[in-house]
């Protein structure tokens, strides 16, 4: 079983819309959570990063929340645009880069 | 701009062919990489470098070897192809251990064994 689980698999809304996106995990001991955005045939890129301190982490119109004592993190998008279509990937590290986790990912779709 | 380069984005290869997946770092990072992602799956790690000549395998290594010479430079190596080994190979570097480094992604390695 994935020690990282996304929901949902995947999502359409529609342009200047809100969405959140959750991710589960098990990961123990947790060091850190990153969220990526990876486009469709690119590499993931990096949006936030967080460790057990931090409840929460802003880039832009991406806010991240963490809930360490529940083991869960939310993405949420505000104002989405076309440009976000992509998979969000929810990563957690129990120790150090070495050892990272990774969720199957959240495939987002805005359409207009 | 930091930059992580796969040096092929699309191959095509044959069963029983040897198949060889470069990926180069512009920043000096000593922790390398490999990773296969595939349809449902998270990503999941074939073997990381955190030093030159030193490789630690990750969760799926069978089928797979890697080299590493120089710090910026590190090889995924298929000995011997097989059709289930068609994935997408991303790489990936960052600083040393460390819970505020980034990690930055290549921008991936579509291959197909037929």
């Known amino acids: 079983k994935n020690q990282v689980e996304q929901s949902p698999q995947s999502l359409i809304i529609l342009e200047g819309k809100n969405c959140t996106l959750q991710c589960n995990y098990t990961v123990s001991p947790f060091s850190n959570l990153r969220w990526y955005k990876q486009d469709t045939g690119r590499g993931p890129v990096s949006l936030t990063i967080?460790?057990?301190?931090?409840n929460t982490k802003s880039n832009g119109r991406y806010t991240a929340t963490l809930d360490a004592d529940t083991k869960q993190s939310s993405l949420h998008i505000t104002a989405s645009q076309l440009s976000d279509s992509a998979s969000y990937i929810c990563v957690v590290s129990p120790y150090n880069n070495n050892d990272m986790r990774f969720g199957a990912g959240t495939r987002l779709t805005v359409k207009p | 701009d930091v930059k992580v380069t796969q040096s092929s984005r699309y191959l095509v290869k044959r069963t029983g062919e040897k198949v060889f997946l470069e990926c180069v770092q512009d920043?000096?990072?000593?922790?390398m990489f490999w990773y296969r992602q595939d349809p449902g799956l998270g990503l999941r790690l074939i073997y990381f470098?955190?030093?030159?000549?030193?490789?630690e395998k990750g969760d799926i290594p069978e089928g797979y070897s890697v080299s590493r010479e120089k710090k910026e430079r590190f090889s995924l190596i298929l000995e011997s192809a097989s059709t289930n080994q068609t994935s997408m190979y991303l790489c990936a570097s960052s600083l040393a251990p460390g819970s505020g480094n980034t990690i930055y992604f290549g921008e991936g390695s579509w291959l197909t064994v037929v």
């Open positions: 967080m460790t057990f301190s931090e």
């Open positions: 470098s955190y030093d030159v000549k030193m490789k």
């Open positions: 920043m000096d990072h000593e922790n």
